[in-house]
């Protein structure tokens, strides 16, 4: 194994949707999830929960069941409307999303992949310190996107990638019932990993001085 340096490593983590035939074994795979471990939750209470995917059968059964939200990402991108945004609900009728053809890109890496990880939270154990606010809650993803980061950033270092994926979570009931899944547990997303057909090395990110300000919201721009 190659260790690469920490910050080439957050500079050229991508979202990897194509892959090789190359197998991911589980000694690799392990490596991943034992430093992927240590990302920090809530109270260090360790809700995270990884079911490790390999059969053909469910990873295909869990792209199909990201079809339906695929169907609306498709049809809402291609009316000029920013996709599942909680602000600005759609416009399309239901049946026109019914029928939108989904671009096969968007559930290939699940059918493709080595092998699917489905990242749960224990609803039991988190803060949601925003549950009482007038708008949908993200605080708890504190307590399991760092630690679905950690993978990305481990299977990197190792040679391999994966992208977080999230369509099947609007069919969190289905996903429950086809992996067992408790109810107090919240299917966070899905990632695929191989072996990338195509390595990114540099990423394109807007500068510093674009999303952060001093003391303020409309602060001057965080510029040294």
Known sequence: MVVMELYDVMRSTSAVREFTDDP????VLGRILDNARFAPTGGNRQGVRIIVIRDQDTRSALADLGLPAARRYTAQLAN???PWN???PTAIAASTIEQTEVPAPM???LREAQVAL?????????AATDQDLDRIAVVPGASVYPF???ILLAARNEGYGGVLTTMAVAREQQVKSLL??????AVAAVVPLGKPVHQVT?????AVSEIATRERFDGAAFDC
């Open 202 to 206: 540099k990423l394109r990110r807007r």
């Open 148 to 150: 679905v980061w950690n």
């Open 86 to 88: 909680p602000l600005q």
């Open 118 to 126: 489905v990242i749960c939270l224990d609803l039991a154990v988190v």
């Open 80 to 82: 000029g409307e920013s």
């Open 180 to 185: 067992g899944v408790p109810d107090t547990f």
């Open 107 to 109: 559930s290939a890496p």
């Open 24 to 27: 991911l074994p589980d000694e």
